[in-house]
Nanobody, 124 residues
Framework: QVQLVESGGGLVQAGGSLRLSCAAS????????MGWFRQAPGKAREFVGL????????RYTESVKGRFTISRDNAKNTVFLQMNSLRPEDTAVYYC?????????????????WGQGTQVTVSS
């Protein structure tokens, strides 16, 4: 059973940075598409970005391009989301997800495995 555990969330002022981590059980980060999603209060879950396999190509939603970066450490089975220049509208619970089909999709329903989420709050 695949397990994903996010960490690194917290409270930060606008313009600040946070680095989220997603630790996976098993050697999946290099073989699955790993995605990041977020859900703000009262809003639907939305795609943030992904890192595909095996190339490690990344893709981001428009609102975070140039500010967020996804990377992975295959040896540690961990995926990272580096978030810079944070804005109050980035406030949400952030989720890591894994797609064993490695489809490179932004559609959340294609992801079979999800972490429990980590709260990110950006104050103005």
């Amino acid at each position: 059973q695949v397990q994903l555990v996010e960490s690194g969330g917290g409270l930060v002022q606008a313009g600040g940075s946070l680095r989220l981590s997603c630790a996976a059980s098993g050697r999946i980060v290099s073989t699955y598409t790993m995605g990041w999603f977020r859900q703000a209060p009262g809003k639907a879950r939305e795609f943030v970005g992904l890192i595909s396999r095996p190339s490690g190509t990344t893709r981001y939603t428009e609102s975070v391009k140039g500010r967020f970066t996804i990377s992975r450490d295959n040896a540690k089975n961990t995926v990272f989301l580096q978030m810079n220049s944070l804005r109050p509208e980035d406030t949400a619970v952030y989720y890591c997800a894994a797609d064993p089909g490695a489809r490179g999709t932004s559609i959340s329903t294609w992801y079979d495995y999800w972490g429990q989420g980590t709260q990110v709050t950006v104050s103005s």
